[in-house]
């Protein structure tokens, strides 16, 4: 074991390899460390798109993928739909908003749609993948803005876009279920029901939270944290941009926590589980034993992260009522 090594948590052969291959492949781009906030967008888009081919299952067969425009807070933006082969009529939905820190990420990252793909074919359920404005330039409320009003184009576009408007959900990754979250949140502040949010390696707390902000910090890639939270906040009051410091939880939609052991997040995101539950909503948490905060995505190369994929899909054809499909491939 190296001094590096030392240095990680006990973590499975696949999840260091990945660690290790994301340093060496970080370690050619510099446009990572660029001022220039299109740079570092482009750079983190390539290392995200390299180390996907190796580590993330491809596309399977059986899911129809076509990009749809839907109506942002300030204006159209892009969406990926992902819609399981076959399918009629109208579909229980969610609505996803992929991580990045929220300064960073698209719709078009391969892991993005490789996901996205596999977990609609294995739970049944159309998603949606929006690509909502970035900070620096786009701070809250804005990706929340685009959120929200992406969740009432799909109600008012249901017969075009093959939505059950009584089954629309939102769901996240990293820095997009904070945005989720706090969508989620506005939804029934309007009196606007949603079936259900999916929360994945969830930031709750745009401050640190626990020990486990202290720790880990290495292995999750997060050494950057506050200061990208800080970026995303954008100069407003916690209790309206961190989920965790809301007034009031009550009423919101059930949820599903996907937190990982070795996460620099966890504790924040087990805190946020608790705080639903108190506030008498719905909640069911998945602990990935094992997991860092990046490696849920690595479904080619280990275990964990495939039983994690299982789970979520099981969660989310629970939480919406649908049939599953079997897919062709284990």
């Known amino acids: 074991m190296t001094p590096v090594d030392e240095e990680l948590p006990p973590l499975d052969a696949p999840v260091r390899a990945w660690i290790h291959r994301a340093e060496e492949l970080s370690a050619t781009l510099p446009g990572l460390a660029s001022a220039e906030p299109w740079q570092r967008r482009e750079a983190a888009r390539e290392l995200s798109d390299l180390l996907a081919r190796e580590y993330t299952d491809p596309v399977p067969d059986g899911v129809d993928i076509d990009d749809i425009t839907l109506l942002g807070g300030d204006g159209p933006l892009r969406a990926r739909r992902f819609r399981p082969s ?5 579909l229980a939905t969610m609505l996803w908003l992929h991580g990045g820190g929220w300064i960073g990420g698209t719709i078009d ?3 993005n749609d490789r996901t996205c793909a596999d977990r609609a074919l294995r739970s049944g359920v159309q998603l949606v993948s929006l ?5 620096p330039e786009h701070p809250y409320p804005a990706p929340v803005d685009d959120a929200v009003a992406a969740l009432a184009d799909l109600r008012a576009r249901a017969d075009e876009l093959g939505v059950d408007p009584a089954a629309l959900g939102i769901g996240g990754n990293s820095a997009g279920a904070t945005i989720a979250a706090s969508a989620a949140l506005r939804e029934r502040d309007a009196g606007t029901a949603l079936r259900h949010q999916a929360l994945e390696v969830l930031p709750a707390a745009l401050r640190p939270v626990g020990d486990s902000i202290h ?3 290495r292995a999750s890639g997060l050494d950057g944290a506050e200061h990208l939270a800080d970026l995303y906040r954008g100069g407003a009051p916690l209790w309206a941009a961190s989920p965790l410091d809301a007034p009031d939880l009550r009423g919101v939609a059930p949820a599903l926590l996907l937190i990982a052991e070795f996460d620099p997040l966890r504790d924040g995101a087990v805190a946020y589980a608790e705080a639903l539950r108190a506030a008498e909503v719905p909640v069911v948490v998945h602990l990935g034993a094992g997991h860092v905060h990046g490696s849920p995505g690595l479904t080619a190369r280990w275990q964990g992260a495939r039983d994690w994929r299982d789970r979520f899909a099981a ?3 629970a939480a919406y009522a649908t049939p599953v499909p079997q897919p062709s491939r284990s």
């Open 109 to 111: 990252e391969t892991l």
């Open 86 to 90: 076959g399918a009629d009529g109208a």
């Open 315 to 317: 969660e989310l054809s």
């Open 215 to 217: 720790r880990h910090r």
């Open 131 to 135: 690509e909502y404005r970035l900070a």
